[in-house]
């Protein structure tokens, strides 16, 4: 992975702009964001944000690549899309941000220890493990590894008690659980997608 | 006049006939008002009305019309008889809408009418149907001062429209600054790719139309005149002078970049690679489509970085505190200059806040970011030479900190100054103090002692006020920037394109589109001896009685059009066609020698004395109030219309202009019993509203002085108070009057009752 950072660096040297547009989905829109700031503006969770839609966008165009992709502020998106639906200048913003976000873990720069970024990691190692996502070993998960604590598990009980009275979760799914019939199938489609991606990019030849 | 025939036309519409015993009105018309005919109507403005009072006019010779119905601002049309003089009495917005409709107020609202009925007659006794200046002229030339985009621009547009025009050059060419550039921002969608300069083919167009006259390398040396007749000496290139009449003129001198050298920090005039807007396009055109090349070593350009507002909208000593609102899209441009012939070259425009006014703004904006121009929110604190390039340290707006770009070439945009010619305000400012007059080449010195350079003069005026049109801010040539564009405040002499105010090429064409228009308007008005904005139409025109006239020079120096000179006795001179008519002569002459056929010192004195000044023991106070025409009057009616209501002791006597109101009418109306005097003007000072520009600031200087008189009677000095009233003032002016209805129930009446 940083020999993939390493590769980048050296393909695309001071231009960070060029990098996005070429590397980040929707990139080619980050030039043409005119920095009226509706977007920082507009978002709930915008003052818990390092850097904001905006701060972004101009940092990009002032070739900070370090700070842009080891931020943890495209983290704290929740696709509200208000963001979106006001800017004047019709920049997908909300996709730029994930595009960002997703470029920095393919780079790993993307923050080891934000929550947003370890929780999406268990959600896709959970569901591909076995095709079906399994929400008590998530849940689980959620609790104990991305650091929600046993507190807040305790808070739920009753909301998991009521909801194994209702069928609505299995308690022996800790043990194994369901998965999708040709769980084989579905990995070799992933490790497929996943070469095609890596030659898409240039990660492989 | 000996064959005066007053007929009075009482309307029973609109609700009069209800609120109001016409009966009595029209009695009193005849007895006090000494009306020859009174008659009264259902509805006076219908057809049958006006043919009843058109009827009179023909067959009995009634010359002298009032019209006691609604505010003189409706119904004009209806009410417009042509010779008569014409008086309106206000009943339905002065009298009925203003007043509540119960039993036991019927007393004191007919009063008020009756009142207004002994106003519009006494109004009448003393006007005359106003009649054309007999002193006008019928030119039709029009003279363009300055062969810029703008002046060629208005020079086709009135040769087009069928007027003859001569246009006069200072330099060898046309086309002014604009010729220099090398290519146009886009003028139509989508506003993406640039164009060629306008300018060589208007010149064609120039050369080739058979109603225009080019003197190039040629000058004015004096102009004089009003509308209609203006007379102008050109300077010709052969060193003769050439004599010209014109009807108007129009002064397109255009601006000069603001000078690079008072930037040294930004390099200006210090580091060969830091060039104005002008100095790039002059690279641009050198280059002529290929790679531009810097002036220091003729290296091709891979990065250049564009400083914009360069010593403009700053408040720092010597910059220009102004935006001069087209370098925000002549950066843009320029910069696809280089995108165009070279994608890979950096550009990099440093802004604080992008500002792209006009049809092309936003699109041309965003072409710009689609073509990868980087834009950058940033404030440049420093540009050094490094090396061989040139380093731009800035403090970066979004990110809040600083930076340091390297470039090849910077480009500063510094704005525009307008070449207005001499700031004659400044000029009269020694001459007050009894220094050599006639100093018409400015260098004067200021207060630190530093000489300025000296000021050309672009028209050469033989006016007494100065030789150029007078600067409304920041030496820019115009009167009011908002509501009379074009007007300056020399009648005739309309100034367009930058001298006017900052803007861009296609902002300056079709500013002298304008500008030609009304030049023509000026041509066509002078012709029939009529008023140019704002009171465009009006016949009537000033004339002083000589005999009684002691050269005090008031009505030259106050006048704010400049349009009285004076001759070797220092009488005043009246150029008609150069008045506005707004009758700021006739407030500051202080032996009221001055008047209009139509308005006069004793049209509106007699209605003040005509009004009934009831007994001290009636408890009836009397307000007198003079609003201005253009905006208090206006707010007063609408008040009527929303059916607000106002003191029943109030007599309202619309003014031409704030600055038309002599003190004697202050002095004369307190003499005789008044409680209270209100003056409702527009606003003034920097800022103004006033329709003539200084009409309003004047009158409140003579009011300052009111208190000598209120002293002198023992009156108290709130009884007379002077306000600035918008035309917006709907509730506002209705509770100015009710609140000096207050004062006097506090004070207690006037004891100058008799």
Redesign the interface.
Known sequence: MTDYNQQMIEKYRENFLKEVEHNVEEGEWVKMCMQCGVCSGSCPFGPYWEHPPQELFMMIRAGKRDEVLKSDSMWMCTSCYNCIARCPRGLPITHIIHGLATYAKRLGLAPKEQPTAKFAQLFWDNLTKTGRVNELKLGLALYFKVGEGLKTALENKDLGLAMLKAKRMNPFELVGGHKCKDIKGLHAILAKAEEIEERKIGMKA | MADMKIGTYICKGCGLGERLDCDNLAMIAEREGKSNIVRQHDYLCSADGVKMIQDDIDNEGVNHVVIAACSRRAKTEAFDFDGCAVSRVNLREGVIWVRPDEEELRETTQEMAADYIRMGCAETRHMNPPHPNENRGHEERVLVVGGGLSGMKAALEAAKAGYPVTLVEKSGRLGGAMADVWKHIPTRPPFDQLVDNPVPALAKEIEAHPNITVYLNAHLTRTSGAPGRFSADISVESGETVTENFGAIIQASGFKPYDLANLPEMGGGRIPDVVDQMGLEKLAIEADGGPIKRPSDGKEVKKVVFVQCAGQRSDQEGHLPYCSGHCCLTSIKQAMYFKDQNPDIETLILFDD?RTPGAPGEDF??AG??K?I????GKVTEVTADGGSVKVRFK?L??DEE?TEQADLVVLATGMVPNAGVDIEALTKPNVEGESEGDEAGGEENAEGEVSVPVESILNLTYRQGPDVPQLKYGFADSHFICFPYETRRTGIYTTGPVRRPMDAEQAMEDATGAALKAIQAIENAKLGRAAHPRSGDLSFPSFRKEGCTQCKRCTVECPFGAIDEDEQRYPVFNESRCRRCGTCMGACPVRVISFENYSVDTVGQQIKNVDIPDEFDEKPRILVLACENDAYPALDMAAMQGIHYSQWARVIPVRCLGSVNTIWVTDALNSGYDGVILMGCQKGENYQCHFVKGSEMAHYRMSKIDDTLQQLNLEKERVATYEVAITDIERAPKLINDMAKTIDEIGMSPFKF
């Open positions: 992008l904006y965003r970011q689609d990868e980087t834009f950058r929110k970066d979004i990110l930076d």
